[in-house]
Nanobody, 116 residues
């Protein structure tokens, strides 16, 4: 059973930083690309960042490019999202994601709130 568990969210001031973690199990983590998505109240879920299985390639949404960094530790079955220079519009529930055999799997999400 695929399981993804996010952690690390919280309340932070504009310009601050947070690091999110996603602990994965139930699939060959080191063979799968991993992604972070987010969803703000009343809005659709959107892709934030992706990292390939070996970590050699990453890509980001334009809205976070240059501020967020996705990384992974395959020995720990964990993917991270380092978020710097946070803005109020980054406020959302952040979800970890992987895709296997055409099916997307999601964690429960972790709340990030950026406010002064």
């Amino acid at each position: 059973q695929v399981q993804l568990v996010e952690s690390g969210g919280g309340l932070v001031q504009p310009g601050g930083s947070l690091r999110l973690s996603c602990a994965a199990s139930g699939f060959p983590f080191s063979s799968n690309a991993m992604s972070w998505y987010r969803q703000a109240p009343g809005k659709e879920r959107e892709s934030v960042a992706l990292i390939t299985s070996a970590g050699g390639t990453t890509n980001y949404a334009d809205s976070v490019n240059g501020r967020f960094t996705i990384s992974r530790d395959n020995a720990k079955n964990t993917v991270y999202l380092q978020m710097n220079s946070l803005r109020p519009e980054d406020t959302a529930v952040y979800y970890c994601n992987t895709r296997t055999w055409g099916v997307h799997y999601w964690g429960q999400g972790t709340q990030v709130t950026v406010s002064s």
